[in-house]
């Protein structure tokens, strides 16, 4: 089978987020079952190739904006499954190109009015850059617009790696039936020992939506306790300036981004952690939830996706998070809800499960193809008998 996927990155090009994690992840597992994998992206400044191998998965980037050149790609790759990595105007883009094979989304963020509120409050924010403001008006058009919801209501398949955002998306897009749940894979380690002393671990971008501020403003409040603000910000003077205000608080760390691709180093904090803190103004289901849950980590969030954070850990807001923290913290509360944790994401999201449900996504998806196929040439074949008999 000869599949692409769409995606706004890819992990570790440049860019180092979720959508492009799963990308990475679920690609790579196709690729070793013998599948030919391909990934449509953006080309990200400084970035020369603009086609080489990751995982045996085969990158083509296009000038990012420039619908002619992906256009042009997507019909040369000539894939028997387009599968967008939450939908964009390149969904569109790949029905048009190629209309004979079949295309799937899986919503992974999906904005509804309330998300673009958060998202216009935090990306025009003061501390936010000119150019990284322009960036996200020309991201909200490109991810959302009347091409894109025609897409989506056209798709052969429709997907959320979260049970919640199924109505989010119907309701979204006016679709008769929500979208069917697709858990994202992630690979589940064996049960590991804590580290000794207390370790609290952030994993997310720096970017102002995500409010890391809020997770190195408790280390003092917890002196006896190990924080580890694992990531950066896309905005390089945002990201030096953080550094530069909490970078000397004894007992916070802060390694920068890790690529988890080519270094364990992330899984050893992950281990070592007992709670993973989440300050997100808003989130979808982040595979930051899986993967801390899947060492173990108890969850502290004001997000609550799927009610990960309310039975396995703690749903806080941003005047109670210190108290919450400390609770978790208190006669290791954290360590029975971290072990619940990792017992549903073993059941639910392991590897082989995950890319086993991808794959019958895909045959359903060519079936329904298949069926409208054929249903058309009926059609034609009833319509040119019609037309025959009424000459006679």
């Known amino acids: 089978m000869r599949i692409c996927f769409i995606c706004i990155e890819m992990f570790g090009v440049k860019k180092f987020g979720g959508f492009g ?96 509120w958060i998202e216009l409050k935090y990306g025009m924010s003061g501390n936010v850059s000119a150019k990284a403001k322009l960036g996200a008006l020309f991201y909200s058009f490109y991810i959302d617009n009347p091409l894109v919801a025609h897409a989506v209501r056209k798709a052969d398949g429709r997907y959320v790696p979260a049970h919640f955002l199924g109505e989010k998306v119907a309701k979204k897009y006016g679709l008769a039936e929500p979208p069917v749940f697709l858990p994202t894979p992630f690979d589940i380690p064996q049960p590991s020992e804590k580290a000794e ?49 909490y970078g000397d608080i004894p007992n916070l760390e802060m390694p920068g981004i890790l690529n988890q691709f080519t270094t364990d180093a992330l899984f050893e904090i992950y281990k070592e952690s007992w709670i993973c803190v989440n300050t997100a103004a808003r989130e979808g289901l982040p595979n930051v939830f899986v993967e801390a849950l899947s060492y173990g980590c108890a969850v502290l969030s004001f997000n609550d996706p799927d009610g990960f954070s309310s039975r396995f850990g703690r749903a806080t807001t941003p005047d109670n998070l210190e108290r919450d923290l400390r609770h978790l913290l208190t006669n290791d509360r954290w360590r029975d809800l971290g072990q619940a944790g990792y017992h549903h994401v073993s059941q639910v999201f392991p590897t082989s499960r995950s890319v086993q449900l991808h794959l019958e996504a895909y045959t359903s998806a060519l079936e329904k193809k298949r069926h409208s196929a054929l249903s058309a040439e009926e059609l034609l074949a009833m319509h040119r008998h019609l037309h025959t008999a009424n000459r006679s």
């Open 197 to 245: 002393r207390p370790t609290v671990c952030f994993v997310a971008r720096w970017d102002a939506r995500k409010r890391p501020e809020l997770f190195f403003e408790l280390a003092p409040k917890f002196p006896e306790v190990r924080f580890v603000a694992v990531g950066g910000c896309s905005d390089p003077d945002r990201d030096a300036m953080l550094r530069q205000v």
């Open 21 to 116: 994690r799963a990308t990475r992840m679920i690609g790579r597992e196709l690729s070793k079952l013998g599948h030919e994998v391909f990934a449509v992206i953006p080309r990200p400044r400084d970035i020369a190739e603009s086609a080489f191998e990751m995982d045996g998965i085969t990158v083509i980037s296009y000038p990012a904006f420039d619908h002619g050149a992906a256009t042009r790609l997507l019909r040369d790759i000539g894939a028997d499954i387009y599968h967008s990595q939450d939908a964009s105007m390149v969904t569109y883009l790949a029905r048009k190109a190629c209309p004979e094979a079949a295309h799937i989304v899986t919503f992974r963020d999906p904005l509804d009015l309330n998300d673009r």
